[in-house]
Structures are given as C-alpha cells and as structure tokens.
C-alpha cells in the first residue's frame, strides 16, 4: 500500500510560480512510476509529468514543458512540481500518483491516469491574468 498527499496549490498570477510537493509513505519498494496529474472542470484527467522512481529520468507534456519540471527527494520522500511561467490554462486540480506495484510504463501509457494506483487527494491551482 501507497498513501500520498499532496499540497502546495494556491492562486497566482500569470507568469508566476508554484511548487506542488506530494508526501509519500507506504511500501514503494516496487513503485517504479510516479506522476502529476491534471483535471479542469469539463475535460479529462491528464498527464502532466512523470518520473520512473529508479533511474530518475524524467518526462513532460508538452504543454508543460520547459516551465514544469518534475523531481524527487528520496531523503525526503517526497515527490515535486515545480510550476514556473504559468498560465491560466494551467488551472486544474492537480493530483500526484503512484504506478502500479512492479510494473514499467512505455510510451503514452505513462500518461494515462488508469495506469495508476495511487493517488493523491488533489491540491488546486488557479491562475489568474
């Protein structure tokens, strides 16, 4: 069992920044997988980030890349968002989460929130202009 429990939305401006922080516990021994997750009111969840837990390589939708940048302290363990230049349609919910135990995510799977199976309960972020 993973539990997760994110935090550090708020309200800001456009072209301001946010740090989203996701306090993990339970046995992550076999989570290779985390990711942030998105939802506006009206569309679907989306990927936003990840990271395979192991080697720490790192991966970004395109519509955040270069301003977000997903990271990991493992001393700490805690899972990160840095969220810089954003923008109003960076509003949503944001969630992070946990893969499935033991298993490795390949391409767009990465983003699909169904290959997820653990989640935080969501921490808002709204920009304004």
């Known amino acids: 069992q993973v539990q997760l429990v994110d935090s550090g939305g708020g309200s800001v401006q456009a072209g301001g920044s946010l740090r989203l922080s996701c306090a993990v516990s339970?046995?992550?021994?076999?989570?290779?997988?985390m990711g942030w997750f998105r939802q506006a009111p009206g569309k679907e969840r989306e990927g936003v980030a990840h990271?395979?837990?192991?080697?720490?390589?790192?991966y970004h939708a395109d519509s955040v890349k270069g301003r977000f940048t997903i990271s990991q302290d493992n001393d700490k363990n805690t899972l990160y968002l840095q969220m810089n230049s954003l923008k109003p349609e960076d509003t949503a919910m944001y969630y992070c989460?946990?893969?499935?135990?033991?298993?490795?995510?390949?391409?767009?799977?990465?983003?699909?929130?169904?290959?997820?199976?653990?989640w935080g309960q969501g921490t808002q972020v709204i920009v304004s202009s």
């Open positions: 989460a946990a893969g499935r135990a033991g298993t490795t995510l390949y391409g767009v799977a990465k983003y699909n929130p169904r290959n997820y199976a653990y």
């Open positions: 990271i395979r837990t192991d080697s720490g390589s790192t």
């Open positions: 339970g046995d992550t021994t076999r989570t290779y997988y």
